[in-house]
């Protein structure tokens, strides 16, 4: 099925999505603990700042700020009832500012978990995540996003409720996982596994992916994996910048524009069609990675190896014992779960 994403993939090959949202949020005064999608509402004219900046650094994909636009998250900020308002915004001010940039850009409607556990862990029931999914996916459709983007996901079941409700809001949709714990996600799915979590959905995923986690190289080993499950799937990679360090009473990372340049050039060897940066990823970083990507000549598939020796260490041991071949692992004790 056509949709603007796919379409501009078939158009350029490969596409530069945006930075960190929060991180960017911060640093123009939003305090934390605060709901960053009032902002849509309180402080419109930052928002537009910030998709702005980042379309001016080249960004192909922007997201909307609407991470936490599900009723359950904007609950802990009084605001449950404001769902609908909220996420249209969001999509209004991002769709406005991708109108006016002279070329093509796609307006992400970013979908983050709900924060809750669902049955038979917690008390949220399928059904209900569905509708609560739905709700706010119906917000970003009213205000222009071109496709859902589910993120930083870590269960399935919450995938599929996600998935479920964007097709009942009548959206495509995308999403990625945060691989985070021993190379999989806090729920236990590996990379390797994510093309089938919504294979039971009456629409399949525009793209599926990776983003977040714990910098660089470790994502690049989980879209290793994943494009050697499925070669030709599409895939969304967006790496945190680096490792967040504590300078004073601030959160740094470490992540150079340098270093995600070559993240960048990786990336796309590796197999993926649209990259991005996450937490701590700025203008500046971006503006880097639009230069590689616009560069690159394509290269061969690179190896874990060569990830490490360009971009630095795993920080999750066991990522690279799960992607190791298996004769070396062979006999091994594993130091994590």
Not at 41 to 59: M, N, R, W
Not at 161 to 174: C, D, I, K, R
Not at 247 to 272: C, F, K, N, R
């Amino acid at each position: 099925m056509s949709n603007p994403l796919t379409d501009l993939i078939a158009e350029k090959g490969v596409l530069l999505a945006d930075g960190a949202t929060g991180t960017n949020l911060f640093a123009m005064g939003l305090m934390s603990g605060d709901a960053p999608e009032l902002w849509n509402v309180d402080a419109p004219e930052k928002i537009t700042k910030l998709h702005q900046d980042f379309v001016d650094a080249g960004s192909d994909v922007i997201l909307t700020n609407s991470f936490g636009g599900t009723r359950h998250r904007l609950k802990l900020h009084g605001a449950q009832d404001r769902v609908f308002e909220l996420n249209k915004k969001a999509a209004e001010i991002a769709r406005a500012v991708a109108d006016k940039a002279g070329r093509k850009v796609i307006v992400a409607g970013s979908v983050g978990p709900t924060g809750e556990l669902l049955v038979p862990l917690g008390a949220l029931t399928f059904d209900d995540a569905v509708a609560a999914f739905k709700e706010q996916i119906e917000g970003l459709k009213a205000g222009g996003a071109d496709v859902a983007w589910i993120e930083t996901m870590s269960s399935p079941d919450e995938i599929r409720a996600a998935a479920q409700g964007a097709v009942e809001a009548g959206m495509p949709y995308t999403f990625s996982c945060s691989f985070d714990t021993a190379g999989k996600t806090m729920m236990g799915l590996h990379p390797k596994d994510i093309h089938g979590v919504a294979a039971q959905c009456s629409e399949p995923p525009v793209a599926v992916g990776a983003n977040c986690g714990v910098g660089a190289p470790d994502l690049l080993s989980s879209l290793l994996d994943m494009s050697e499950a499925n070669p030709d799937a599409t895939i969304i990679v967006k790496a945190n910048c680096g490792i967040p360090e504590f300078q004073g009473e601030q959160i740094v990372y470490s992540g150079t524009p340098e270093l995600m340049a070559e993240y960048v050039h990786l990336a796309i060897d590796a197999g993926a069609k649209v990259i991005g940066g996450c937490c701590g990823t700025s203008c500046d970083h971006l503006r880097a990675m639009r230069v590689a990507l616009d560069e690159h000549n394509k290269g061969a598939r690179p190896t874990l190896d060569e990830v490490v020796a360009k971009v630095g260490p795993l920080r999750n041991k066991a990522a690279a014992d799960d992607t190791a071949p298996k004769r070396e692992r062979r006999g091994r004790r594993r130091s994590q779960g």
